[in-house]
């Protein structure tokens, strides 16, 4: 299967701080999503991007499918920031078809 | 659009029980996917549905366990003789590979606990 690593495993943050949580990946991937999971389990979907880069609010997501790594940053973070964030992979062909392959996720935690 | 539904939200239930959990994937969205999630850990792939055909199972899907998505919209994931290696999350996603594009959409998971 494809590995997923992230880092940092951890990160403290004051509101306001910003912050680059990066995703490495083993192969070639076609699929690229990064999630937010909420404390009560939830995952949000945050962004699809196999290559390239896209933003959303305070949000922006860069994916150099070419380098295998994808960088998410969170700008002026908030509290309501915190949480899980994970990034997952997938090779939509062959064996493979449709899963994802999930990273072990950055802990965010903002203080006010 | 209201999202993908899974019940029930918590199952507690006793080690060697059956229990059976169901999803109900956005509308028009042709494929499926089960995924469980353990503490500290990211989700891990079960099996994937294409309408009613089951694509893909992966090795942590014991014959224990039996996954189906009859006619193509609910899916139930049942799982036999619960042991407490169960207990995890259990989250079901569902997309609409169209385009090129495969978004994946989860819903709020069901949380098992096997005593």
């Known amino acids: 299967g494809i590995q997923v690593e992230q880092s940092p495993p951890d990160l403290i943050l004051q509101e306001g701080a910003n912050s680059t949580l990066r995703c490495n990946f083993s192969?070639?991937?076609?699929?690229l999503q990064w999630f937010h999971q909420n404390p009560w389990g939830q995952l949000i979907n945050l962004f699809y991007i196999p290559s390239g880069t896209k933003q959303n609010g305070r949000l922006s997501a860069t994916t150099v499918a070419t380098e295998r790594y994808s960088l998410l940053y969170i700008s002026s973070s908030q509290t309501t920031d915190s949480g899980v964030y994970f990034c997952?992979?997938?090779?939509?062909?062959?064996?493979?078809?449709?899963?994802?392959?999930f990273g072990r996720g950055t802990q965010l935690t903002v203080w006010p | 659009d209201t999202g993908v539904s899974q019940n029930p939200r918590h199952k507690i239930t006793k080690r060697g029980q059956n229990v059976t959990f169901r999803c109900d994937p956005i509308?028009?969205?042709?494929?499926l996917y089960w995924y469980r999630q353990t503490l500290g850990q990211g989700p891990e792939f079960l099996t994937y549905?294409?309408?009613?055909?089951?694509?893909?199972k992966s090795r942590l899907l014991s014959d224990r366990f039996s996954a189906e998505r009859p006619k193509g919209s609910f899916s139930t994931l049942e799982i036999q003789r619960t042991e407490q290696g169960d207990s995890a999350m259990y989250l079901c996603?569902?997309?609409?590979?169209?385009?090129?594009?495969?978004?994946?959409?989860f819903g709020p998971g069901t949380r098992l606990t096997v005593l």
């Open positions: 509308s028009e969205h042709n494929r």
């Open positions: 996603a569902s997309s609409l590979a169209a385009g090129g594009t495969d978004t994946q959409y």
């Open positions: 997952a992979v997938g090779k939509d062909r062959g064996s493979t078809l449709g899963r994802l392959y």
């Open positions: 192969d070639s991937v076609n699929n």
């Open positions: 549905f294409q309408n009613e055909a089951q694509l893909e």
